[in-house]
């Protein structure tokens, strides 16, 4: 295999399902050796390292919470003592823990605060510190390390229904913007990624029906739902090279999900 990414090591969180799963496979694809990591759901992340190692990639499964300190730190610990290094970090795990707000339960709020932006704190700080601790001369890349934290058009677009959710991806744009401004003199370059409705088990209800499908897509101006490859093709793109003078923004992909689609006839 070689490619865009040839010689670089990638760890994508939630690696075992999914946007995560399709990042990580076209991260494989792109030459670089891939850190897959899962919480809960072992087999399918073995089976996409047995796929990559057989098209003569590199990949490793890691078992680890996101939202757990001591997890976060064997987690880049076992990817470099597989691969010698780091220089891109996809922070890419999420839940939902859907409830209207006068229902939702502390737990529910917590659960999904931790994972989804704690834990992208937790993964984006260790990334840091280790780009940081690598000799410039052994980069594979211009910069210094890179970091795509998974947001969401909910970075944005209010959502009813999905109070933590919503508070999670609203915190990550800000997150992703802070530290790219903290970090850019490092040479470190972190940017977010806002997938709009993509078909993966999060949001099964959403799509898997033919009503469902109906109601979702008058949300896409472009008409389709996304599927991960969408997602994963954003991805090696902004890890690469090609997209070196690119730092603090959020990249889109969502088929115009963000665009007030109720305006079209006029609002
Ligand atoms: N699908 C969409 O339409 C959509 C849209 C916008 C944004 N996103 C974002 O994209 C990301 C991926 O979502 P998805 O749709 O691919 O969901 P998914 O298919 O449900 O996959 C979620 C992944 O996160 C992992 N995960 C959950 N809790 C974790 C934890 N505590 N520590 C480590 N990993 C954990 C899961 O691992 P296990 O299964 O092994 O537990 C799984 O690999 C999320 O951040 C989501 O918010 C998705």
Redesign the pocket.
């Known amino acids: 295999m070689s490619g865009r990414l040839d010689g670089h090591v990638v760890l994508v969180?939630?690696?075992?399902?999914?946007?995560?799963l399709g990042v990580a496979e076209a991260m494989a694809d792109a030459g670089a050796a891939v850190a897959i990591?899962?919480?809960?759901?072992r087999e399918p992340?073995d089976d996409l390292v047995a796929r990559i190692t057989g098209k003569g990639g590199r990949a490793v499964a890691i078992a680890?919470?996101?939202?757990d300190e001591a997890d976060v730190a064997r987690l880049f610990d076992e990817t470099v003592s597989a691969f010698g290094r780091i220089d891109i970090l996809v922070a890419?795990?999420?839940?939902q823990k859907d409830a209207a707000i006068a229902d939702m339960t502390l737990a529910d709020w917590n659960a999904v605060i931790d994972?989804?932006l704690t834990?992208q704190f937790l993964c984006s700080r260790e990334a840091l510190r280790r780009f940081r601790s690598q000799p410039a001369d052994t980069r594979p890349a211009r910069s210094a390390g890179v970091i795509i934290s998974?947001?969401?058009?909910h970075e944005i677009i209010p959502w009813a229904g999905h109070v933590n959710y919503a508070t999670a991806k609203g915190g990550i744009r800000m997150m992703v913007r802070s530290l790219a401004q903290e970090v850019a003199g490092d040479g470190i370059r972190v940017n977010a990624i806002?997938?709009?409705?993509?078909r993966?088990?999060?949001?099964q209800d959403a799509w898997d029906t033919p009503e469902a499908l109906e109601k979702l897509l008058r949300l896409i101006p472009y008409g389709r739902i996304?599927e991960?490859e969408d997602v994963a093709r954003a991805a090696v793109w902004l890890a690469s090279d090609e997209a070196d003078y690119i730092t603090g923004t959020t990249l889109f992909v969502d088929g115009g999900m963000a665009l007030y689609p109720g305006f079209r006839d006029n609002g």
Request: hydrophobic fraction near 30%.
């Open positions: 969180t939630g690696a075992s399902s999914g946007i995560g990591n899962y919480r809960s759901h992340a680890a919470d996101v939202s890419n795990s999420g839940i994972v989804n834990g998974m947001s969401s058009v806002a997938p709009g409705a993509i993966t088990p999060i949001n996304g991960p």
